[in-house]
Structures are given as C-alpha cells and as structure tokens.
C-alpha cells in the first residue's frame, strides 16, 4: 500500500505530452465504471458477425471481378484494420488531458475539452492505489482555477458529494443544450447527474 502524499512529496499538475499516451491509457482502462454488457461476452461472439460480412463481401468481390478485385479489397480492409490500429496506438486524445504526475508516473488524469462558451470536464480517474489521498480535489481544483468559463461535468449520485465540497452545483439536465447534453453523456436513461462550477 502507498504511503499518502504529503506537502513535502512532490506532485505535479501539468498537460499531458505525448510520452504520456500509454499511461493515460492506462489509468482510463483502471477506471472502476461497470463495462457495457457486449464486452463481457467472449471475443468469438462479438466478432463473429463482423467477419461473416467480411467473408461475404469478399467472395462476391471474387465473384464479380475475380480475384483481382477480391484482392484489392482486402488490401483496403488491411488498410483499414491498420489505421483503425494506429488511432488507438498513437491515442490522439491525448492533447485534452491534464494529468497529475507522480515520480515520473501519471496517477491522475482528466480531459478537458474548452467551448467558446464553457468548459467540460470528463474522464477524471485516479488510479486505485493512490486514491483516497487527495490526488483528485488537487486534480480537480487545478483543472477549474484555470479557466474563467463555467466548467461542466457529469458524475454518478455517488460522487456528488466530493464535486459539491469542490464548488460544483447539479445543475438541471433540461437546462443545457443538446450539444452539451450528449457531450456529457446525458441520455434518457442515464445515471449521470450535471453539475457547474460558475468561475
């Protein structure tokens, strides 16, 4: 178990670089949010549908041109596989995070995406064996003393207590835009609850 952090133990409130791609990652894949129910199934299962239409459309590719035309369509399927590959290795994303660095290690991160007009806030994770000592309030409180625009986020029922002692206030979903309603993850049946802290 880690010791707390104190004063005298430097951590550090930055933007994320780019060598900071693979530990965002993985602080986002700690994160304890209850997977959707499709990626509890086996692997064979959630791709089996996908490669039958793959196997498909390549043997009428064949059929229709012959293998010259089944070939260049797998060349543009292995394309694809390879970018889509890519985009998750290179994790773009990255340029919105701000993290909190630990001995040369990310401990906390969250994404900030600025509007003309607001400001959101999502994906705050702590990584779990340095939760509970102050690393997210300091993440938090960081993120909103610099900016000027009202900050946005959404969290579960269980959370609001640690943003309201931060100065966040639930706001009322019908209250928002559309836009900032599906940015939030705000859906008919969702559990997320909007909060505001007014700067």
Known sequence: MPQPLSREIPYHFRFALPRDRRQIRLLLRSYDRPMPSLTRQPWWKRYFGLGLLIAVTLHSLMLIGGISLMLYGMLGLTTLVLACWLNLWLFVDWQHYWIVEYQG???????????????????????????????????VSSIAERTTLPLYLACTADRLSFYHRLGFIKVEPRSLNLYLRRELGLTINSKLLPMVQMN
């Open 105 to 139: 290690y990310a401990v906390a991160c969250g994404k900030v995406i600025s509007h003309a007009n607001y400001v959101v806030l999502c994906n705050v994770v702590v990584t779990p064996k340095y939760r509970q000592q102050g690393i997210g309030s300091f993440l």
